[in-house]
């Protein structure tokens, strides 16, 4: 849902270019891309190799929960690419919103996150999947190793387990914008966490990492 409300805010502000996903697996979240896309006649692909649950499958659970909606997938492992091939299977436009949830290693991680670095737009922003979670150490290595040099990225909320990232100058803009959500949607936890958090002033709902405050949503 906070995701939702943060690609509503991006069609609100008039930025387009393609929906990204590293790492389509059941297709769950992909389906949150889709509806976007179909919103706002944006390309929506999923790259992916189909290592747990096969292509097919996936296409048929998507056909049935966003009908009508197009995407396409790439098979493949995101090391396969760079930024230039990748942007070559987007036509040349830009990433507006990426999820990178593929291969939860360290190394991948950070070939993800400047993969993503690369090729995003400057308003667009990012979803780094189990970022703190205990299962996945190695998103946490490969966050820390990517921001380890002076990046074009930062964080602007940690919501659930997910990590968002943006470019610098849409900080204070997609802070704003998840913090609008928060309000709007009082019917789950974490918005209701921060709402209630934020009463008590900045401090309470404002974590740092890497020199950069973001909004924690617990």
Known sequence: MATMGLLD?????????VLFEIGVCAGRYFSVL??????????????????????????DRLHANVPGAPY?????YSTAYTARTLLDEFDGKLARFISVDGSHEASDVLWDL??????????????VDDFFN???????EGVHRFFNNPRALVP????????????PH?????????????????????????????????????????GTKFYSFG
């Open 114 to 127: 400047r993969l993503t670095e690369e090729i995003l737009h400057p308003d667009g922003f990012v979803a």
């Open 72 to 76: 396409r997938f790439i098979n493949a």
């Open 170 to 210: 849409k900080l204070e803009s997609f802070k704003k914008a998840i913090a609008e959500y928060a309000e709007s949607d009082q019917s789950e936890d974490r918005p209701r966490f921060f709402i209630e958090h934020r009463n008590r002033g900045d401090k309470a709902i404002e974590q740092t990492l890497w």
């Open 156 to 167: 602007f909320a940690m919501f659930s387990n997910k990590l968002f990232l943006c470019r």
């Open 9 to 17: 805010y991006q069609d609100s502000q008039g930025t387009r270019g």
């Open 34 to 59: 889709m509806r976007s896309g179909h919103r706002s006649g944006d390309p929506v692909i999923g790259l992916d190799p189909f290592l747990w649950i096969d292509e097919a499958t996936v296409n």
């Open 134 to 140: 205990p299962v996945a150490i190695g998103v946490n």
